[in-house]
């Protein structure tokens, strides 16, 4: 089992930046791949970003690439998101997730965390 704890939404204006932060615990969190997801008010959960277990591969979807950045610290079990020029449709509850296997960089996962609301303000 893996358990995953998001921290770091909040409100920010248009343009600016937040960092989401997750914290992975339990017998195999160190060789988990682990992504974010995001569900929008009214839409379905899709694919934000993924990083593999070693950090050496790194996957986006195309509306955030070149403004987010996804990185992990094996060191101590935590993947971040590094979210800059936020627009008002990044507005969303974002959902660390995790997998052993690379069905995460399919869009699914078998770990998630709680979520973390992300809104961005006109």
């Known amino acids: 089992q893996v358990q995953l704890v998001e921290s770091g939404g909040g409100l920010v204006q248009a343009g600016g930046s937040l960092r989401l932060s997750c914290a992975a615990s339990?017998?195999?969190?160190?060789?988990?791949?682990m992504g974010w997801f995001r569900r929008a008010p009214g839409k379905e959960r899709e694919f934000v970003s993924a990083?593999?277990?070693?950090?050496?591969?790194?996957y986006y979807a195309d509306g955030v690439k070149g403004r987010f950045t996804i990185s992990r610290d094996n060191a101590k079990n935590t993947v971040y998101l590094q979210m800059n020029s936020l627009k008002p449709e990044d507005t969303a509850v974002y959902y660390c997730?995790?997998?052993?296997?690379?069905?995460?960089?399919?869009?699914?996962?078998?770990?998630w965390g709680q979520g973390t609301q992300v809104t961005i303000s006109s």
């Open positions: 997730a995790a997998d052993l296997s690379a069905v995460l960089f399919a869009g699914t996962a078998k770990y």
């Open positions: 339990g017998r195999t969190s160190s060789s988990v791949h």
């Open positions: 990083i593999s277990w070693s950090g050496e591969r790194a």
